[in-house]
T-cell receptor
């Protein structure tokens, strides 16, 4: 089966700094990728997505970069705020597969 | 719209007991999913459904059953609860493949 891994299980940053959360995936057939944010005691919440025909997509304070050659994507959060403290999951999906695959996540801790 | 709702929020079961976790969505989504999340881990797919009357197994279906008699409801049944089923259960829905999933708030289940 597909494996989804993360380089850093916990990331601690200072408020106002930029955060970068990384995700490696193994299935080269993955063609759609979602980043979810999960706050303590809540369900995952959609942040941003990117399709395999793109290498960059920007949202409000967030940017996702996709490198299909090395099967890696990253989530960049600009000017990190205390409200960004959560666990972040990347979830690749391959066409023809009906469900997302979640990695173990990265916990982002924002220090005031 | 209420989105995806789950009941109960918390439940403690004794080994061997049975229960049904309820999930309802009011977005007219065809696709619905059940995940479990163990502490410090990512989400694992238990079962999913692509429409009323159609269900299929996910990654960890053993010990669970589902049904999908309506578009709105997707209950998850535990027949003989075991300690290994202690987890947080999330229901999700989406209206198409390769698209973001909307998650409910979760049900925290403890089996002792």
């Amino acid at each position: 089966g597909e494996s989804v891994g993360l380089h850093l299980p916990t990331l601690s940053v200072q408020e106002g700094d930029n955060s970068i959360i990384n995700c490696a995936y193994s299935n080269s057939a993955s063609d759609y990728f979602i980043w979810y944010k999960q706050e303590s005691g809540k369900g995952p919440q959609f942040i941003i997505d990117i399709r395999s025909n793109m290498d960059k997509r920007q949202g409000q304070r967030v940017t996702v970069l996709l490198n299909k050659t090395v099967k890696h994507l990253s989530l960049q959060i600009a000017a990190t705020q205390p409200g960004d403290s959560a666990v972040y999951f990347c979830a690749p999906q391959a066409a023809g597969r009906r469900a997302l695959t979640f990695g173990s996540g990265t916990r982002l801790q924002v220090q005031p | 719209n209420a989105g995806v709702t789950q009941t109960p929020k918390f439940r403690i079961l004794k080994i061997g007991q049975s229960m049904t976790l309820q999930c309802t969505q009011d977005m007219n989504h065809n696709y619905m999913y059940w995940y479990r999340q163990d502490p410090g881990m990512g989400l694992k797919l238990i079962y999913y459904s692509v429409g009323a009357g159609i269900t299929d197994k996910g990654e960890v279906p053993n010990g669970y059953n589902v049904s999908r008699s309506t578009t709105e409801d997707f209950p998850l049944r535990l027949e003989l609860a075991a300690p290994s089923q202690t987890s947080v259960y999330f229901c999700a829905s989406t209206d198409r493949q390769l698209y973001e999933q909307y998650f409910g708030p979760g049900t925290r289940l403890t089996v002792t």
